[in-house]
């Protein structure tokens, strides 16, 4: 449950076997949306508890009983945290565990390095209130930073009108290389750079557009920073509005990208990376991840593209109902809340 979308998502697995994401539940909350001294705004709050809910009875609905439940950014810098917690829980139904900085870093780092083959650099992922770097060696979490530049806190703070002014966003790229000034990591960046989150995978899904390609899936593509730049333009030309007409950024997405894309050029510039690869799995995948490669620590997959061969086969090796009852056990349900897809 974070700044801006909810997600659930839902794996079946054997341990030590195959797994297969079966469901998938998307809601935008925009739940950091106004937030201030006082804390989460009483709407946001209702919009969190409807979402809240309405996951709550799909696990009822489906039976799933194995439930992980997570919130970042949004309810970890709330003042009135304890009251959006209480919203949160669906009238006591979910166990909602409030992830600190560093170990909301780690399971996005999971997430992306259980399912590329990147070996050393960085992991970057915008979300909607903060930002997280990991730095990774030799496929293992070297440090984890998190910062409060998310896209739906930048979009609030520096560019909150139906259009984009040269000032606002020259005042974000600004704020934005003060605050990863204090990443020593970035400075010092080597190997490759891997984006995950919402914010990004919209960048990818909108530069393979531009480009005509007609993957619709972002993992495994790559932004240039050339390209980053171009789309940045194409969006601070129109106002609100009419962003969503370019192709592969969503409607409920258009006000905050513009402000997303700009951070993350800040930081391929601040990394001297010239290109950033597109992760699709993140959090919420590495939370499975912890639960699926228990009691591994830390949990990661020897062999990613042989794991991932293994679960295309499995996914399409043809099962009898009564067969796939006995080797699958009950669904985990996981849901979620990225402070950013």
């Known amino acids: 449950m974070g700044s801006n979308t909810f997600r659930l998502v839902v794996f079946r697995y054997r341990p030590g076997g195959p797994f297969q994401l079966v469901d998938e539940i998307r809601e935008v909350v ?22 809240s809910r309405l996951y709550a009875a799909f696990c009822r609905s489906a ?32 166990r909602v565990r409030v992830l ?14 259980n ?46 009108g139906a259009t984009a002014s040269r000032s606002g966003m020259k005042g974000l790229r600004a704020h934005v290389a003060e605050q990863l000034a204090r990443i020593p990591s970035l400075g010092r960046h080597e190997g490759r750079l891997v984006g995950i989150g919402g914010t990004i995978r919209t960048l990818a899904a909108m530069n393979l557009k531009a480009s005509g ?23 601070a030309a129109l106002p609100v509005a009419e962003r969503s007409g370019l192709p592969g950024l969503k409607q409920d997405r258009a006000d905050i990208t513009l402000a997303g894309a700009i951070t993350v050029a800040a930081v391929m510039e601040r990394a001297g990376a010239d290109r ?18 228990a009691p591994a620590d830390p949990p990661l997959v020897t062999d ?8 295309v086969a499995a996914a399409a090796k043809p099962q009898a109902p009564a067969m796939a009852a006995r080797s699958m056990p009950r669904p985990v349900w996981l849901a979620c809340m990225p402070v950013s897809p």
Do not use: W
Not at 74 to 90: F, P
Not at 213 to 235: C, F, Q, W, Y
Not at 276 to 293: K, N
């Open 115 to 160: 399912s590329t083959t990147l070996r050393d650099g960085h992991v970057l992922d915008v979300g909607g209130g903060s930002l997280q770097v990991a730095k990774v060696v030799g496929r293992e979490l070297d440090s984890a930073v998190s910062r409060p530049l998310g896209a739906v806190r930048m979009t609030e703070a520096f560019l909150p």
């Open 304 to 311: 990613v593209r042989r794991s991932s061969v293994r679960n």
């Open 63 to 94: 039976g799933l009983e194995d439930v992980v439940a997570v919130a970042t950014s949004a309810v970890r810098d709330a003042r009135n945290q304890d009251q959006a917690l209480v919203a949160l829980t669906a009238g006591g139904e979910l």
């Open 100 to 113: 600190p900085e560093g170990e909301e870093a780690r399971y996005g780092y999971l997430g992306a390095i």
């Open 213 to 235: 390609n007609p993957i619709s899936d972002p993992h495994g593509s790559v932004i240039t920073a050339g390209a980053l730049d171009e789309l940045i333009k194409r969006m």
């Open 30 to 51: 925009r739940l950091s949306a106004g937030a201030g001294p006082a804390g989460l705004r009483a709407d946001a709050i209702a919009r969190a508890s409807r979402a």
């Open 276 to 293: 950033l690869e597109v992760c699709s799995q993140g959090l919420r995948e590495g939370v499975f991840y912890e639960r699926f490669l």
